[in-house]
């Protein structure tokens, strides 16, 4: 047990806390923009007097989704699951032609693992003389699931679009980057790996969107101390799009996670490619209260046969604490540096199977030290029917050959239940395997 492994677990991730004034004054916008859009219906009457009448309630909409099957987290050498319950629903309502309420939430409910083996601890002491042994009975009891239940509220925003623009004040998601797995430019709300279904954490964030042709736009997003833009314009059949970012957080326990093999598959097959990526990363321990984080990016695709890419670079400044032969210096200004890019490959074959082929490179500095991530993923979508569709994703680190393959089954059972199975395996004995059934209610 290393000394790094120690300041880890000590170390807890804090909470961003938004002033309330911010979320006070997105609030009273949004009351007065619905409040100021909702239709009128009047009685005879009622002709004549003053007041809104009553609004329009008839075009609120509901679906739900029960999602429900059982997580295996080893198949080799004995079995170690544990059953999910995933109830999620969206609500759309639209107020008149221009304006929309949305809400979507859902509630997570995991039972405990089968095996009943809490671990055990193995007694020994790292290289800086440190006995590691209540460590790794806490880590090994942190990993086995005794079950929860999470309520979350994923997204609530009131949108207006008119012509070419679009306003959406509220907790929404900012999709950024257009690459199937490794997406460096997609910084606002980038997407969970270990998250089913979209994947993506809402913000409270308030974003304009203005259309410049049916492929083009500008797009503004303020809001949880972060500014930013994007603007994709064409060049002969290629669109290209350009991206600057500000933002003030926490760096304890923050990064930029650069994609997923698939949403849908098991939390431990993310865990794992996470931890491809965190073994070639630098050793460093955040120390600051806050930081500031400047971005610009740009990315292409389309009319190049196939080709795709995005990148980025990124300025964190700071205070932080570099880990370094088991001591930590504290207070030492820092400014880190990390340059990201992923160029790849895609086509479609007949019958709509989709083959795609991504390199992805981060070099990260700080001061003298740097590091260089490369990883590289391929893939493959081959629907056997219109109602049945296999994908098969494998990532693999070009530096020390850990790789990770997965496999999903997507079959569309009848009007309402659909088949969702992954199977995920790394290199070694282990695996990891999902089977969930989806309901729409």
Not at 158 to 177: C, F, P
Not at 424 to 434: D, E, V, Y
Request: glycine share 10%; aromatic share 6%; net charge positive.
């Amino acid at each position: 047990m290393s000394i790094e492994r120690l300041n880890l677990l000590k170390m807890k991730p804090q909470r961003t806390i938004v002033r309330l004034p911010k979320i006070i004054a997105l609030v009273v916008v949004a009351v007065a923009i619905l409040w100021t859009s909702l239709p009128v219906f009047a009685s005879v009457e009622q002709v004549g007097s003053i007041g809104i009448g009553t609004p329009d309630c008839s075009s609120l909409t509901l679906q739900c989704e029960l999602e429900a099957g059982a997580v295996f987290r080893s198949l080799i050498p004995g079995p170690l699951a544990n059953w999910r319950l995933n109830l999620s629903g969206d609500c759309v309502w639209q107020v008149n032609p221009v304006v929309t309420v949305v809400g979507r939430g859902h509630v997570i409910a995991s039972l405990p693992c089968l095996s009943t083996n809490p671990g055990c601890a193995r007694e020994f002491t790292d290289a800086n003389g440190i006995d590691a042994k209540s460590v790794d009975a806490l880590m090994n009891a942190a990993s086995q699931d005794t079950g929860h239940v999470d309520l979350s509220l994923d997204r609530l925003f009131l949108q207006y679009e008119s012509g070419r623009a679009r306003a959406i004040i509220g907790k929404q998601t900012v999709n950024w980057g257009l690459a199937t797995v490794f997406r460096p430019t997609d910084l606002i709300t980038p997407r969970d790996p270990g998250a089913s279904g979209e994947g993506r954490p809402g913000k409270i964030l308030a974003s304009l969107f203005w259309r410049t042709s049916p492929l083009t736009g500008i797009e503004v997003v303020l809001g949880e101390k972060l500014y930013g833009g994007r603007a994709e314009f064409r060049v002969g059949q290629t669109n290209l799009g350009i991206l600057g970012l500000t933002k003030r957080s926490n760096p304890v326990g923050s990064s930029n996670p650069v994609g997923s093999l698939n949403p849908a598959c098991s939390r431990n097959a993310a865990d794992r490619d996470n931890s491809i990526r965190r073994r070639n990363e630098i050793s460093i321990v955040n120390l600051a209260a806050s930081c500031v984080e400047t971005a610009v990016g740009l990315d292409f695709q389309g009319g190049l046969r196939g080709i795709y890419g995005e990148a980025c670079h990124r300025r964190t400044y700071g205070e932080a604490g570099q880990q370094s032969s088991g001591s930590i210096h504290l207070g030492a200004p820092a400014e880190m540096a990390t340059t990201s890019g992923t160029i790849g490959w895609k086509t479609i074959l007949r019958g709509g199977n989709l083959v795609f082929a991504e390199y992805y490179r981060n070099h990260v500095r700080l001061g003298n030290v740097s590091a260089i991530t490369q990883l590289a993923a391929l893939g493959l979508t081959y629907q056997y029917d219109e109602f049945t569709t296999f994908g098969l994703v494998g990532v693999t680190d070009l530096a020390n050959g850990i790789w990770t393959a997965t496999g999903t089954l997507t079959s569309l059972l009848s009007e309402n239940l659909d088949l969702n199975c992954g199977v995920s395996i790394t290199k070694g004995p282990h695996a990891a395997a999902q089977v969930m059934l989806k309901w729409y209610l």
